[in-house]
C-alpha cells in the first residue's frame, strides 16, 4: 500500500522516532504537518494530501472534483475534496474541504490505494459544485468511455431531490454524443438543447463529416485554421468537397473559432439550412 509519504505521530512513533525529534523534524521543515497528528516525511504532493485524509479520517472517501482528478477527468484540483459521515466535525485547513452524507458501501472502490467514490458518484457529486460550463464539459468527456449513462440514472434515482439530481437530468438530455474536438463538442449540445437531431463523424461515401443530416443531404464541417492550412489536409479537403457535391450533398463550413465564439448562432443557421432542403427533398 503506498503511502505517499505520509506517517501519523502514532506510526513515527512506532518507528523509533522519539516526540522530540518529531517536533523538531517539523519545525525545521525535514516533516510537513498536514493534519492533526498526521505529517509528510516528503515533498508533500496532492497525493500526499489525499493519503493525509484518509489517516486523519478513516472513513472519509475521496470525492467530487478530487475523484474525478484521480480518474483523470480533469486537472489537479487547489482543494482536496472528500465525503465524511454525517458525525464527522472537525475544523480543515485552506486545502481541504469536507462534505458529509452517509456513503454505501457499493459506492466506493479503491484506486492508487485511496478510497474514493465510483466514477458514477463522482460525477454526480461534481454536478452539485461545478459551473454548468464546467459541468457540461466534465459529462460530455466523461461519458465518452468512463461513466455508463444509465448507470448514472440509476444512481441519482435512488437519491430523489439530492443536489446535483436536477443538473444532471439536464446535463444527459443535453450532452453531446460522437464529438472529436471542443467546438464539435459545443455545437452538437446546441444542437441537442433545441432538440434537433443530427449525427455527429458520421460516414458519407468514403469519408466521415463532422456532422451529417441524410434526410437532407447536408454536411457540417467545422475547420481548424491551423489544421486545415496544411499543404496536404488543404488539398484533401478539396477533394473531399468536390466529391460531396458532385453527390449531391450540401456542405456547410465553419471555421471553429466562429463556432467556439457562439455555438448557438451556428446552429441555428445550420438547422435553418436542414429543414429548408429536407422539405425542398421531401423529407
Known amino acids: ?20 525529534t518529531i517536533d523538531s523534524r517539523a519545525r525545521n521543515g525535514a516533516y510537513t504537518r498536514l493534519l492533526p497528528g498526521t505529517y509528510c516525511i516528503t515533498e508533500p504532493t496532492k497525493l500526499a494530501q489525499c493519503a493525509a ?47 458529509r452524507r452517509t456513503l454505501d458501501s457499493a459506492e466506493l472502490v479503491e484506486l492508487q490505494s485511496l478510497p474514493i467514490v465510483t466514477r458514477e458518484q463522482a ?12 459541468a457540461a464539459r466534465l459529462v460530455d468527456e466523461s461519458c465518452r ?20 439530481n436536477g443538473a444532471l437530468a439536464k446535463q444527459l438530455r443535453q450532452r ?12 452538437a449540445r446546441a444542437f441537442r438543447a433545441r432538440d434537433f437531431d443530427i449525427a455527429a463523424n458520421a460516414r458519407v ?7 451529417v443530416d441524410v434526410g437532407a443531404r447536408v454536411v457540417v464541417e467545422v475547420d481548424w485554421r491551423e489544421f486545415h492550412c496544411a499543404p496536404d489536409v488543404f ?19 465553419y471555421a471553429a473559432a466562429d463556432v467556439l465564439a457562439d455555438p448557438h448562432k451556428v446552429a441555428d443557421e445550420v438547422i435553418t439550412d436542414v429543414r429548408r432542403r429536407r422539405k425542398a427533398r421531401g423529407r
Open 1 to 20: 500500500m503506498h503511502d505517499f509519504g505520509v506517517r501519523t505521530r502514532d506510526q513515527l512513533l512506532a518507528d523509533g522516532v522519539p516526540a522530540g
Open 53 to 99: 485524509v484518509m489517516s486523519w479520517q478513516s472513513r472519509a472517501v475521496l470525492s467530487h472534483r478530487t475523484a474525478a482528478w484521480l480518474y483523470g477527468w480533469c486537472d489537479e484540483p487547489d482543494v482536496v475534496e472528500a465525503t465524511v459521515p454525517h458525525a464527522v466535525k472537525v475544523k480543515t485547513p485552506s486545502w481541504l474541504r469536507l462534505y
Open 123 to 134: 460525477l454526480l457529486d461534481c454536478l452539485a459544485v461545478l459551473s454548468p460550463d464546467e
Open 145 to 164: 468511455f468512463a461513466v455508463d449513462p444509465i448507470a448514472l440514472e440509476l444512481l441519482a434515482s435512488k437519491t430523489p431531490g439530492r443536489s446535483g
Open 176 to 187: 453531446a454524443i460522437g464529438f472529436a474536438s471542443e467546438p464539435e463538442r459545443l455545437l
Open 205 to 211: 461515401g468514403p469519408y466521415v463529416g463532422d456532422f
Open 235 to 253: 488539398r484533401n479537403d478539396r477533394r473531399r468537397q468536390n466529391w460531396l457535391v458532385r453527390d449531391g450533398w450540401f456542405v456547410l463550413r
